[in-house]
């Protein structure tokens, strides 16, 4: 899968983890927090912050009984209407520029998913990078003919598509323009456990559809993350958060910022951990050679000593001939003075 340039990084195999803090609703509606969590999500050391951008009207009808109503006891949003939620949660529009303008300062790349055609007209007033697309949208393809159609590097979520949806909306993507296409595995509840992330999709997607493969992580902590870069993601999103604390409609499941800079430390091993096929010692291991076994001559021994297995011994350090060749000696004439602790070569024989 070839690299894919989003704004000045990077993206793919043989670069570090590209980790994403996915600010949503987590701003309760204030500016000023929205800019502080760009503030602590460079500081934790994301590569790029992500929002969203709709209103209650782009994205449902104002109506709050039925199935307009969320009534699921097991929901974070139970006791909401979907307009109500989406009202609460949406990042007003007069507040991207600023929200972007910050990121471009501090050095992370700002970006944003559309929901509709006038979100995507809007991100592109503003010259936004690249396009998220949300699992629930994988399947809306006059969204993704209108995001593909910009030619701009796509990330999709794929939770809950089939192959067969998955297949359509990337063929849909690639017929309409998208060259840079990255599929993000994600499991579409919230939380979600790591039961449920099926992670060995990561490879499968990538060998599926040939592109490269991220993770969107719904998972509480680190450790599905780590284990999703180790099978191959070269993208990490992670919802995010100044304080779980302050509420707000995904702070439930997001990541506070000692959190997020684990998560970028973490990854970054888990990527250097890769590295290659590799047999036989690195070169930071070949100082430790000195330490295995090797033959040793265990006692004073004077020419024409037999080697017996109390004067020949297979002891740390490595200095000696390998230990495979005890058999070889045992029973052989030594053709020299050598004392305790004098190193097996060959020159010793008769």
């Not at 192959?163 to 994600?186: F, H, M, N």
């Not at 295995?292 to 001939?321: C, H, W």
Request: glycine fraction near 8%; hydrophobic fraction near 40%.
């Amino acid at each position: 899968m070839r690299e894919i340039n989003i704004a000045d990084k990077k993206i793919g195999a043989n670069n570090l983890p590209f980790v994403v803090a996915e600010m949503s609703g987590n701003h309760n509606q204030s500016l000023e927090v929205a800019l502080k969590i760009v503030e602590a999500a460079a500081e934790a050391g994301v590569h790029g912050l992500k929002i969203q951008t709709y209103t209650a009207d782009t994205m449902t009808l104002d109506i709050d009984e039925g199935e307009f109503y969320i009534q699921d006891p097991q929901s974070l949003w139970c006791g909401k209407s979907l307009y109500q939620l989406y009202q609460e949660a949406h990042t007003p529009w007069e507040w991207h520029k600023p929200i972007f303008a910050r990121c471009k300062e501090l050095g992370i790349i700002g970006f944003s998913t559309p929901f509709d055609a006038t979100a995507v007209d809007f991100l592109e007033s503003l010259e936004v990078p690249c396009y998220k697309i949300a699992s629930f949208e994988n399947t809306d393809l006059p969204l993704i003919r209108k995001v593909a159609s910009t030619g701009k590097p796509m990330i999709i979520s794929t939770g809950m598509a089939t192959i067969s949806e998955l297949d359509e909306t990337v063929q849909t993507a690639r017929e309409a323009g998208c060259r840079d296409l990255i599929l993000l595995k994600c499991t579409s509840t919230y939380p979600a456990i790591p039961k449920d992330t099926n992670l060995l999709t990561i490879p499968h997607l990538g060998d599926l559809f040939n592109v490269q493969v991220g993770l969107s992580d719904h998972t509480m902590g680190i450790g599905v993350a780590v284990a999703g870069v180790a099978l191959g993601a070269t993208l990490i999103e992670k919802h995010f958060t100044l304080r779980r604390a302050d509420g707000g409609v995904d702070s439930a499941f997001s990541m506070e910022p000692e959190e997020m800079h684990q998560l970028v430390v973490e990854t970054e091993k888990a990527w250097q951990a890769l590295g290659n096929i590799n047999y036989g010692p690195v070169e930071a291991e070949k100082t430790s050679l000195t330490f295995r076994r090797s033959l040793y001559i265990a006692q004073d021994m004077k020419p024409g000593d037999i080697f017996t297995s109390e004067n020949l011994r297979s002891v740390r350090p490595g200095f000696g001939l390998s230990t495979k060749y005890y058999d070889f000696f045992i029973g052989k004439s030594i053709n020299k003075y050598a004392k305790l602790g004098t190193p097996v070569n060959w020159n010793l024989l008769i």
